[in-house]
């Protein structure tokens, strides 16, 4: 995927070893960045294809993540739910440049609006901002979307 619209998100050392933080933006739900095994990045929609979960809750291991909410595993690359469960989740295009994570300015403001987060579940806690501070839900704070 080409892009000419990148924009700095954050140093590849503000993720987590085997972590995740999320990317908050002005319309749709945030977008999750994974550092995965050998610092390869990573960006899906922080929500589970299976009942909106957010991933980037989730434990990262190799080059996948398992969602915190029932176990469902996600392949980073793709968004693809492992077998034998089915559906995918929106994918981001990342660029690792001199140690510095970028995301597209265009897919940030226009790619996979159409998902909302559950109204009723347990997926609707992991975003519970202030509330939650200190608890394990905010284990990865947000990262604040610079305009460059
Ligand atoms: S919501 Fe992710 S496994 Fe169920």
């Known amino acids: 995927m080409h892009h000419d619209d990148w924009i700095a998100i954050c140093a590849l050392d503000d993720i987590p070893v085997l972590g995740a933080r999320r990317v908050a933006r002005a319309r749709g739900l945030d977008v999750a960045i994974f550092r995965g095994a050998a610092d390869r990045v990573f960006a899906l929609l922080d929500r ?30 793709t968004g693809e739910a492992a077998a034998p469960d089915e559906g995918s989740t929106a994918r981001f295009s ?28 347990p997926a609707c806690r992991g975003h519970a901002e202030p509330a939650a501070a200190g608890s394990a839900a905010l284990r990865s704070v947000p990262v604040t979307l610079q305009r460059a």
Not at 51 to 76: D, M, Y
Not at 96 to 121: M, N
Request: hydrophobic share 45%; charged share 15%; aromatic share 6%.
């Open 94 to 121: 990342v660029l690792l440049d001199g140690g510095v994570v970028h995301l597209s300015a265009r897919e940030l403001a226009e790619h996979a609006l159409e998902f909302t987060r559950p109204h009723a579940g």
């Open 48 to 77: 589970c294809p299976h009942k909106g979960g957010p991933l980037s809750q989730g434990i990262v291991f190799g080059e996948s993540v398992a969602c915190p909410l029932h176990n469902w595993t996600i392949a980073l690359a």
